[in-house]
């Protein structure tokens, strides 16, 4: 937390999340407040969407304190002023199909990392029993 | 004295015209080098900074419209008596700039080569705000972030670009916040490197694929520079056939 003119600032990070990668912002930046907060990652979430509406709506920005402790999130499809024009049922099925698709990103994300954990764990499984081995031999 | 692509492209007798009147000069980020609405008293034609031609807004924001390196030549407009731009120029990556009087610009203007060079150099900056109107309105902003750093790339002849967030979040018109997760995710795909105030492209190639359509628009073979030099070429051709 920065200290400006005798008052604390908090400090809040944006992490970006999209169909295939996670992109903090690892410096963080200064905010009044958590709705503050909120709104430059709205504002952040319109910057990115610009032109690719249909493309990413699944995509969100997480709102994290200092410490990294998730605040908030945005789901791009929520905020997507494109969209306004349409029926609330049909507005309402886009964004529910936008949330399943991030859960999906999430599934298949975690999914990718833990293979990598496992194929990392075997390589030095491998490494180990190897060692062994010239040991007994 | 320079390095300035278009001043390297004129011929001796062409130079010799402007030669006497020619001042280098450092400017830092962030100087102003004309505010709109006025007359232009000086032509600056970068030797290793980055002129932004940016229309101001009211809300105190701006956005660029064109931008300048060492390919052109960067003044509030090409006319002698025209004062109606609405532009101001913004040195966006310090540098050294040779200066020239626009009187002493527009008195060389007999000489074929000086007036290629004034027609060059303002087509291109017509060119580009056409093509920068074109691309904010279709193109994502991490598409136009790519096409930005790789055309400052190409036109400061240098992969390694002092600048900071806000700079070209302001050029583009998008928060900081915008920037810095753009960078990351470039960085994360190793196609540049980035500190506080300093952007490496890594690969350049990589960033003009990633990069927008007006990367092609807007290309080398538009440049005032490159024009000046096969103006140059066709008429030694000619002369020589003669």
Known sequence: MAVRGGLQVPLYHFLLKTRDSRIPDRDGSEWPNESAANDEAALVAHDLMRNQECKRGSWRIEVCDEDLRPCSEILFAEIDETISHLPPEVRHRHIITSRRMAALSDAVLTLRMTLAEVLETLNHANTVMGALGGKRG | ?242
């Open chain 2, 1 to 242: 004295m320079h390095g300035n692509g278009c001043l390297s492209a004129l011929s001796a007798k062409a130079m010799s015209l402007f030669r006497p009147y020619l001042t280098e000069t450092t400017f830092g980020e962030g100087t102003v080098l004309w505010e709109g609405k006025k007359l232009a008293s000086e032509v600056y034609f970068p030797v290793s900074g980055l002129v932004s031609i940016v229309v101001a807004l009211s809300d105190g924001g701006s956005v660029e419209v064109g931008s300048i390196g060492l390919e052109g030549a960067a003044c509030a407009g090409f006319d002698a008596d025209q004062s109606d731009f609405n532009t101001r120029g913004l040195v966006q990556i310090g540098g050294r700039f040779v200066r020239l009087p626009m009187s002493q610009l527009f008195a060389a203007k007999e000489n074929t080569e000086i007036e290629n060079l004034i027609a060059f150099c303002r087509d291109w900056i017509l060119m580009q705000a056409q093509q920068e109107a074109g691309c904010t309105a279709v193109h994502s902003a991490d598409k136009r972030f790519c096409r930005w750093l790789f055309q400052a790339c190409e036109r400061m002849e240098t992969d390694t670009l002092l600048l900071t967030q806000e700079t070209i979040a302001s050029v583009l018109g998008i928060r900081r916040t915008t920037v810095t997760l753009i960078a990351q995710t470039l960085q994360a795909y190793g196609l540049i490197r980035y500190r506080r105030g300093k952007i490496v492209v890594l690969d350049r190639a990589r960033l003009r694929a990633a990069a927008c359509e007006c990367c092609n628009s807007l290309d080398r073979q538009h440049w005032p520079s490159t024009r000046l030099l096969d103006a140059r070429r066709s008429l030694n051709r000619k002369l020589s056939d003669f």
